[in-house]
C-alpha cells in the first residue's frame, strides 16, 4: 500500500524524535562514565600528607625480619577454617593449598610477638590454581585486625576488609581489577596509629586515615592474628617479612 505524504513526513518526525532521544541517552553515559572515571582517580591521587608510598618501601634494610626461611614453616601453624588443606614448602615458596572440603586455608604466626602498630610488611604472592584469593594478609591494627584482600570474589575485589560494618566489596577502598596466574607480585602493607597502606604488583589498592573509622575483620571465625590465607585458589608466598616503624 502505498503511504500517504502525511504519514512520510510522521515518519520521519518519530525517526527523528528516536535519534534525539539515543543522543541524549549516548550524551548522558559519557557525562556519567568521565564522572566516574574522577572520582577513580581523585581516590588514586588523593593527597595524605603522612602516608609514606608503599611501592617504595626500602625491602633490602638490614632493619627488617624474615619470617620465612623459604625451607620450613617454622613459626607458623596451619589454620584450615574448616577445610582439609595442608600448607608445605615448595622450590623456596610457602604453599597454601586449596582445599578440597570448605574455601579457606591459612598460615597462623606463632613465633616470636609482632608488632600490632607502626610496621610494615612485604612479600611475594602468585596464585598457582583456582581464580579467587591467593595470598590475603590478616594483620594487627592495635586492638583490632582487618584483612587485605585482593582477588577475591572472583578473582577482581580488592581493598580493605572490613570498615564500619563494610568489607572490601563495600567499602571506599574497594576497586575491580583481577591478577594474572603463575605471576609474582610484590605485597606492601603499612600500618600506623593513624593510616593503613598497601599496594599489590605497584597498585596502590589501600589509602586510608583510619581517624574515626571502625577497623575490624570480616567475620568472627576470621584468625586475629598475623595469618595469610587463600579463598579457592593455591597460592605461593616467597621473600616474607616484617619492619618496624620508629
Known amino acids: 500500500m502505498q503511504k500517504t505524504k502525511n504519514q512520510i513526513v510522521h515518519i520521519r518526525m518519530k525517526d527523528k524524535r528516536i535519534y534525539l532521544i539515543l543522543s541524549i541517552l549516548t550524551a548522558m553515559t559519557m557525562i556519567l562514565s568521565g564522572s566516574m572515571a574522577l572520582r577513580n582517580q581523585d581516590y588514586r591521587d588523593s593527597d595524605i600528607a603522612s602516608f609514606q608510598d608503599t611501592r617504595d618501601l626500602p625491602?633490602?634494610?638490614a632493619e627488617w625480619q624474615s619470617l620465612f626461611d623459604g625451607k620450613t614453616l617454622t613459626g607458623w601453624e596451619t589454620v584450615r577454617y574448616g577445610g582439609d588443606g595442608k600448607p608445605s614448602v615448595r622450590r623456596g615458596a610457602m604453599v597454601i593449598p586449596r582445599a578440597t572440603t570448605g574455601t579457606m586455608t591459612g598460615l597462623r604466626w606463632v613465633g616470636d610477638p609482632l608488632p600490632v602498630n607502626n610496621y610494615e610488611v612485604y612479600?611475594?604472592?602468585?596464585?598457582?590454581?583456582?581464580?579467587?584469593?591467593?595470598?590475603?594478609?590478616?594483620?594487627?591494627?592495635?586492638?583490632?585486625?582487618?584483612?587485605?584482600?585482593?582477588?577475591?570474589w572472583g578473582g577482581v575485589v580488592n581493598g580493605l576488609s572490613s570498615i564500619g560494618g563494610l568489607d572490601a566489596s563495600e567499602n571506599e577502598t574497594c576497586q575491580r581489577f583481577s591478577y594474572d596466574d603463575n605471576v609474582w607480585y610484590e605485597v606492601k602493607l603499612r600500618v600506623t596509629t593513624d593510616s593503613i597502606r598497601a599496594s599489590v604488583g605497584g597498585d596502590t589498592i589501600v589509602k586510608i586515615a583510619t581517624a574515626g573509622k571502625d577497623i575490624h575483620l570480616r567475620a568472627d571465625y576470621l584468625d586475629t592474628g598475623f595469618t595469610l590465607w587463600t579463598y579457592n585458589s593455591t597460592g605461593e608466598i616467597r621473600n616474607l617479612r616484617i619492619s618496624r616503624i620508629e
Open 59 to 61: 625491602v633490602d634494610s
Open 123 to 152: 612479600y611475594e604472592a602468585r596464585r598457582v590454581a583456582g581464580s579467587d584469593i591467593f595470598g590475603a594478609l590478616t594483620f594487627p591494627y592495635g586492638d583490632t585486625s582487618a584483612s587485605l584482600i585482593f582477588a577475591g
